[in-house]
Every structure is written in structure tokens, then in C-alpha cells.
């Protein structure tokens, strides 16, 4: 094959593929058939392109041909491209045709998988549909829609023409080609009809309108759906369309500080504060003294009442001043016989004695309380507490509230208390503080224990036991202050009805208790309850501690026993005995002898004991209930009784063991009884305390006090021995057989 | 004579006072306690050491109450500033310390 065959074959090729480019949708058609026109054409289009050179073998045409308007169609060719070139063999000797024709070199080859888009899939597709309606009126179409490119089909007609097996073109066209030969036969043979003639452009003019008429029929109806990007509607959920959102918070508060800091400022600024602490430190201390003195709310408000007015102060000075001129000059007569009077006929009644009623005092506000304990005030001997509550054994009536009074009397003032308090509840017992003569300690008939500061305005207890805790099951019969510790706390006992002996120490704000004691008596219950044998517990009356020795202490009951104890143990008792068959009311030592007590009891009797012994020295009936008696302070051997029918009743041992010295009626009424009795400390008074709230002053004539006077000759016995040499001698004919007994009357005619 | 007593006098006055004292404190009781501990912690473990006490006392703070506080101390200062409410303490400390602490 020579060379310029293969060469316009390629030509044709590329001519054919610019062309497809722009071509129109479903004009496949008339651009084959162009290109096959332009074979025929393209030797001639060289020669007519160039018409000053005109090479010899150009065909010669007339004028009327030349003007002959032929339409041109663009294409892209390598004129000056060599037909027959030959290169020299050195080899040979002679020129010999080159091989290599091609007049370009394959550089790359890319496959394109690009379909045009006039090419594309659903065009096609479309376009096989159709086909099938079309099939009989236009076969072209059929060949045109078979899977074939254009540029396929050209390489086929080339290789028609051409010797296959060139290497350019991909195999599987050449293996369509075969599928397709038939076909490009009879396509052939038409435009072979058609090609040489000059009704080219017609005809092809008349295919392109038949194929747009076509084409527009493809185009209308159907449009196939997007198969890319493709969803359909019932699949779509909503969109959720995301927004930006802000929110903005107030912004934290602020403020402004401005200071500025020297040293003098720091100084300034540490003794204001210093002073300030200082004040209230002060204030605090007040307010200490204001909370122990008014603690509720209601008495202050009364205090504040008081005090605001210092006017009224001064009045009540005054009126209380007053009382005492006008009570002075009334009782005159009493206070002159407090002082000077003694009874000028003791003188002629031999030993026997008599009492002077001096002042009855009654607080009209209690008088059907009974007095239930007296007390003298340590710092002044014309003073004296009382306390007045429902007596032991005699509840409260139900229609009268239970209250109790604390009282202080002074002698001065016989008509009104100096100090009322009211409690709440009966008062059963007190006691001064002996060093601390404004401290009172109280015992209440529910139990409780108190303490009152007698000096300060408040009538609020300072020390109160807590209901709950510590304070007694049972009524308080008797309190005792004791010496003060070592390091100066102030400490008390208590005996009460629960059989428990408690030691109060005065803490800073509290009291603190401490159980010294409890009566245990060594009886068999006669009733048990339950099978359970509960001991019996002795309900103590009174307590009376050991003059010298302070550890020790005796305690009497209600069931009559006498249980001598030591503070130091708690389980053991140093001595308990029967004294009595019905309940002790007083157990008093002697003043002079601290070995010799007398006890006195509701079974009418009085009883002299001496110590370690369980036997009495002596016994004194009164037929009488007792309820107190006590040991003059001024004779060792004199000792005071009270009975519940209103007498007082005096012994005097050194004169008569067996007979009164004195037996005075106080009232006559007989729905009195006394209750207590109380000895002054300095003054020979005693005050009796009855059940109507009445207190008698009584003055003892000087019978009922002698005192032993030193003989005028031999030595120099101090008063105290003597009363001592007194009592032993008086008891010593009581004692046991195998001390000498001396005759009562022997006693009698010494003095 | 009366002269030199009452000189001797004024002196034994002169106390040096070094309890810590809260000048102005609007902080919550609790806090104010906290605040106070952690200023004599740091003032008594750094002795003249400003720096190292008002930085100590910051970082502290600042662990404690949460970020961006300030501390001064000093002998001497002046000082005005914007705080967030209820985190100002200003004190004095040692007798002879101005501290202030506040949260921006």
C-alpha cells in the first residue's frame, strides 16, 4: 500500500473527529456521509486551495465549473506534506523509499471514558425506544443508535478501503467492525450513489431536515430521570436546619474600692478596734451578771420597770426607810426587851427557865404555808431566812397552786420580809453559806435545787438543776453547806426523800452533782413485784455532818434509822442502827462535844447518843409528836425541843435528866403545829417556825442559858472546858454500868 | 515625779497589736473565714516577702474561689479598684500590714 493512501486515510480520520465535535445532536448522519464526500474531495481541495501554484496533474476546469458555488466545508490538512520521500542506503548504495510515513509521532495515547454529552446514556436509551417505533421507515437511525462512534465507523470504511491490522485503533473495533460490515456495505452504496454527483449539498440538506424532524420528536415526550443525584420524594425526611445561637449572661456585679494604707492608718485602725474589744468585754461581764440576774424575759421587763424610774427607786428607799423609823418606834418596847430584858424571877424558880415572846411575824401573803426551815444569816444576827411550802406529807390542796416563798426577816423589821422570792414550787430547806452569807441554797419539794444570791436585785435562781437530769426524784428535806474545796469551790449537800445523799459543786455557770450515797436498807421486801425483789431505799429526813470532821456525816430517815457515813466511800456506811420507829426530824451533835447527838423523831421521843454507839444515853418521851430539837449554842448540856401541839419545850441535862426545865405553849390554837426551830448565834433568841406562816421570836431566860463560870479559886478553866466537864458529868451516870454512876441529885445540889 | 508616771504610763500603753483585723469585707461568713486563713497563712509563712505572700495568696485563692483574683500587701499603699461583688477583703495583719484581696 503506498504510503498516501494510509496518509488521507488519517487525515480523514481527524478530519472527521473535529468535525463530530461540532456537530448537532442526532446529526450523526450527514457527518459520515460528509466525510465520505470529502474523499474523493480531498485531493482536489489541496490543488484548489492554491490556485497562483497550480501543480501539472490539477485538473483543468472550465470557468462556469470554477464559479459553480460549491459548499466548502473546513478541514484540517498538512499540505505541504511529502508523498513520496526516500532516504539514501549506505548499505545499498541506492535511495530506497522511507518507511516511516506518518508524519506525526504517538506521543501519548489516553482512552477517553468521557461520553459526550449528545452521546450520553439516556440519550441512548431514549433513542433505543424510539427506534423500535422507527425500525421500518428509517434504517439509518438503527445503524446510527448500534453502539458504534463515529469515529469507529470511519476507521471501518478506512480499512475497507485499507489493509488491516493497524495498530492505531483498539481491538474491539476492529472486532465490531466485522459485526458491522454488512451494515457499512450498505451504507456505502448509498452515498457512493450520491458522492460523485453535484446534488451533494441538496441531499444532504434534505437528510438534515429529515433528522432534525426526528430529532424533535425524541426531544419532546420524555425525560428520563437524574440516575446521579437522583432521591425520591416519599424518601426524604426533613432537614434539620441547623441554626446559630447566643445567649448573654447579665455580667457579675461589680464595685469600686478605693483605699489607701499607711502605717499610723494600721495604728488607728488596731486601737479603735482595741478599745472597742475592750468595751464590750466589759459589756459582757455586765451582761454575765445581767443573765444570772434575770434570765426570763418577763423579769426583766419588771427590773427594767424598776430601774428606769429612779425616782420610784428613791421612793421605795424612802418608804422602806420609814417603815423601819415607824416600826421602831412601835415595837419599841420589844426591841428594848430583845436587848435588856431578863427575867428577874428566874432568880427564885431554881433551874427552871422561862421564854418571853418577843415579835410573831407572819408574810399575810402565805399564811397557810408552813415554815419549813429557818435559817440565820451568818453575817447578821437579827436576821434569818425562812422558807415556806407545804409541809412533807401534806400535799398541796388541788385548788391552791403550789409556791413557796424564800424569806428573809430582819428583827428590825418585824412587820414585812425584807426579801420575799416566790417559788415555784414549796420550799423545803436552806442554808446560808457560811463564809458567803448572800448565798442561799434551797431545796423544793419537787426535787430541785437552787441557789439565790440574796444581794443582787434579781430574784432568778443562780444555780438551778436541770429538770431533767440532775436534780432529786424526791423532795429535799435538808441542804448543808461544807467547807469550800482547796482551790475555793464553793460545795453543798443535799439529802432527799429519793434516799440519795448529792454533793453540789458551784461550777462557773452550773452545778455540778455528785452522788455521795444511797440509803440502801438491809430489809426483805415484803412485797416483791413480779418475782422482782426491789431493795429497799431509805428516805432520808435530815443530815447532819460532824462538827470537827468533816468526812463524816449522819443521816436519818423516814423508817427511823440513823446511818452514819464517811464522803469518802460511797457503798459503805460506818454505822446504821434503829433509832427510832417512826421518822428522825433532826439529827443535831452537840455544840461542845461533837460525840455526844441527839436525834428527835416523829414517835415522840428525843434521843441522846454518843458516838459508836448504838444504844441511846438517853431517851425523853414528850408525849408529843417531835419535830425539832436542838442543842443550845450557849449550854453544852441545854437543848431546845418542838412539839406538834405548839410547846417549846427545854432540858437542861446538868439540871434534871428527866424533867423540862421549861415547857411554854406558843398558841394556843390547836390547827398550829411548830415545825422548826433555830438557836441565834449570838443573841439568846430562838425563832419558832410554825404551820400558818407564823415566826415567834422568843426570848430565853437566863436559866435556859447558864454557863459555867470558873471557880473563883483554882485554875484558870476555860468556859469551854467546863461545859465539857459539864456534859460528861451529866451523861456519865447514863453510860454503861461500868462507869461509876453518879446520883442524879448530886448534880442538882451543886449548883 | 507625777510627770515621769504618767510617761511610764503611756508607754506600757503602747500595745503592738497583731490579731488579723478585717477592715472591709463584704464576702460570705464562710468564705470571709477561709479568706482570713489563707492571708495569715501566707503573711506569717513569708514574713517581709510581699511579693512571695500577696503571690501566695493569690495562687491560693485562686485554687480555692476560682480564677483572676489579686492581692496586694503592704506596708504602705493606695490602691482603687473595680472588684466583682462579694469577693473584696481588705485587711490588716501583723500590725504593720495592709493586705487587700478581690476577684476581677
Not at chain 1, 290 to 310: F, L, R, Y
Not at chain 1, 581 to 604: A, F, H, T
Request: charged share 25%; hydrophobic share 35%.
Amino acid at each position: 500500500m503506498p504510503p498516501k493512501l494510509d496518509q488521507t486515510a488519517k487525515k480523514a480520520t481527524r478530519l472527521s473527529l473535529s468535525q463530530s465535535g461540532q456537530k448537532k445532536p442526532f446529526n450523526k448522519e450527514p457527518s459520515r456521509r460528509q466525510v465520505k464526500i470529502a474523499k474523493p474531495v480531498d485531493d482536489v481541495n489541496g490543488v484548489q486551495s492554491n490556485e497562483s501554484i497550480r501543480p501539472d496533474d490539477q485538473l483543468k476546469l472550465t470557468e462556469e465549473e470554477l464559479d459553480e458555488a460549491i459548499s466548502n466545508v473546513l478541514q484540517v490538512t498538512e499540505p505541504p506534506e511529502l508523498t513520496a520521500r526516500v532516504s539514501y542506503s549506505y548499505r545499498d548504495g541506492s535511495f530506497v523509499p522511507y518507511k516511516n510515513v506518518l508524519p506525526f509521532i504517538t506521543l501519548i495515547e489516553l482512552k477517553s471514558t468521557l461520553i459526550h454529552r449528545q452521546f450520553a446514556e439516556n440519550d441512548i436509551e431514549i433513542a433505543l425506544e424510539e427506534v423500535k417505533e422507527e425500525i421500518d421507515h428509517n434504517k439509518e437511525d438503527l445503524v446510527s443508535d448500534t453502539d458504534e462512534n463515529v469515529d469507529g465507523r470511519v476507521q471501518e470504511e478506512v480499512e475497507e478501503g485499507e489493509s488491516e491490522g493497524e495498530g492505531d485503533f483498539p481491538n474491539e473495533e476492529g472486532d465490531q467492525g466485522e459485526g458491522g460490515e454488512e451494515v457499512d456495505e450498505e451504507k456505502t452504496s448509498k452515498p457512493k450513489a450520491t458522492s460523485d454527483s453535484d446534488e451533494e449539498a441538496p441531499v444532504a440538506i434534505q437528510e438534515e431536515s429529515a433528522t432534525n424532524s426526528s430529532a424533535k420528536k425524541r426531544n419532546a415526550p420524555k425525560k428520563l430521570m437524574n440516575q446521579f443525584n437522583f432521591f425520591e420524594r416519599c424518601a426524604l425526611t426533613e432537614e434539620i436546619i441547623l441554626r446559630e445561637k447566643e445567649v448573654q449572661t447579665t455580667p457579675p456585679t461589680k464595685n469600686d474600692f478605693c483605699t489607701y494604707v499607711t502605717q499610723w492608718i494600721i495604728y488607728d485602725a488596731y486601737n479603735e478596734d482595741f478599745s472597742k474589744q475592750q468595751e464590750e468585754k466589759e459589756k459582757e461581764k455586765k451582761d454575765k451578771i445581767a443573765v444570772h440576774a434575770s434570765k426570763k424575759s418577763v423579769n426583766k421587763k419588771k427590773q427594767n420597770d424598776v430601774t428606769e424610774d429612779q425616782t420610784e427607786k428613791n421612793m421605795l428607799i424612802t418608804a422602806k426607810f420609814l417603815e423601819r423609823i415607824i416600826n421602831l418606834n412601835t415595837m419599841d418596847a420589844i426591841a428594848q426587851d430583845f436587848r435588856y430584858y431578863e427575867d428577874p424571877s428566874d432568880q427564885f424558880r431554881g433551874r427552871d427557865g422561862t421564854l418571853l415572846p418577843l415579835w410573831t411575824m407572819t408574810y399575810d401573803k402565805a399564811d397557810n404555808l408552813y415554815v419549813t426551815d429557818i435559817s440565820w444569816s451568818p453575817d447578821y444576827f437579827d436576821m434569818f431566812a425562812v422558807t415556806l411550802g407545804t409541809s412533807q406529807g401534806h400535799l398541796p390542796l388541788t385548788d391552791s397552786p403550789d409556791v413557796g416563798y424564800v424569806c428573809l426577816w430582819s428583827l428590825k423589821n418585824p412587820s414585812y420580809p425584807e426579801y420575799i422570792n416566790q417559788t415555784h414550787c414549796g420550799a423545803m430547806c436552806l442554808d446560808f453559806h457560811r463564809n458567803h452569807g448572800f448565798l442561799l441554797a434551797v431545796g423544793f419539794h419537787d426535787g430541785h435545787l437552787a441557789v439565790y444570791n440574796v444581794s443582787l436585785p434579781t430574784k432568778e435562781a443562780q444555780y438551778m438543776t436541770d429538770a431533767v437530769n440532775t436534780k432529786h426524784m424526791a423532795c429535799v428535806r435538808q441542804v448543808v453547806w461544807v467547807k469550800d474545796l482547796p482551790d475555793g469551790e464553793l460545795n453543798f449537800y443535799s439529802i432527799s426523800e429519793d434516799g440519795t445523799v448529792c454533793n453540789w459543786l458551784l461550777m462557773q455557770s452550773e452545778m455540778s452533782k455528785t452522788i455521795i450515797v444511797t440509803l440502801v436498807l438491809d430489809i426483805e421486801p415484803q412485797i416483791t413485784l413480779g418475782g422482782i425483789s426491789e431493795t429497799l431505799i431509805g428516805r432520808g429526813t435530815t443530815i447532819a455532818f460532824h462538827p470537827e470532821n468533816s468526812g463524816i456525816y449522819l443521816v436519818g430517815t423516814n423508817e427511823g434509822y440513823i446511818f452514819k457515813c464517811n464522803t469518802e466511800w460511797s457503798s459503805f456506811f460506818m454505822q446504821k442502827f434503829k433509832a427510832h420507829e417512826m421518822s428522825v426530824y433532826r439529827i443535831d451533835y452537840n455544840k461542845y462535844d461533837p460525840n455526844i447527838y441527839l436525834s428527835c423523831s416523829g414517835d415522840c421521843t428525843v434521843k441522846v447518843w454518843e458516838d459508836k454507839s448504838d444504844i441511846p444515853l438517853l431517851i425523853f418521851d414528850l408525849m408529843w409528836s417531835v419535830s425539832d430539837a436542838l442543842w443550845s449554842p450557849f449550854s453544852s448540856t441545854v437543848f431546845g425541843v418542838i412539839t406538834e401541839d405548839c410547846d417549846v419545850v427545854f432540858y437542861d441535862l446538868d439540871a434534871d435528866k428527866y424533867k423540862n426545865i421549861c415547857r411554854q405553849p406558843i398558841q394556843p390554837e390547836s390547827q398550829y403545829q411548830l415545825t422548826k426551830l433555830a438557836f441565834n448565834w449570838r443573841m439568846p433568841v430562838i425563832i419558832v417556825g410554825s404551820s400558818k406562816s407564823t415566826i415567834v421570836a422568843l426570848k430565853m431566860s437566863p436559866n435556859l442559858r447558864l454557863i459555867m463560870k470558873p471557880p473563883k479559886k483554882g485554875k484558870h478553866y476555860t468556859t469551854q472546858m467546863l461545859e465539857l466537864e459539864k456534859l460528861h458529868k451529866a451523861l456519865d451516870s447514863t453510860r454503861e454500868p461500868d462507869t461509876l454512876v453518879v446520883p442524879a441529885d448530886d448534880d442538882t445540889t451543886d449548883s | 515625779m507625777e510627770e515621769f508616771a504618767d510617761a511610764k504610763e503611756d508607754e506600757n500603753k503602747k500595745i503592738v497589736h497583731t490579731y488579723p483585723l478585717v477592715q472591709a469585707c463584704d464576702m460570705s461568713e464562710e468564705m470571709k473565714a477561709e479568706t482570713v486563713e489563707v492571708i495569715i497563712t501566707a503573711c506569717e509563712k513569708y514574713g517581709t516577702d510581699y511579693f512571695a505572700a500577696a503571690k501566695t495568696v493569690k495562687q491560693m485563692l485562686d485554687k480555692k474561689f476560682g480564677p483572676q483574683w489579686n492581692a496586694v500587701v503592704g506596708e504602705a499603699f493606695g490602691i482603687q479598684i473595680t472588684y466583682q461583688t462579694n469577693t473584696l477583703m481588705y485587711m490588716f495583719f501583723g500590725g504593720n500590714l495592709g493586705i487587700c484581696a478581690w476577684k476581677i
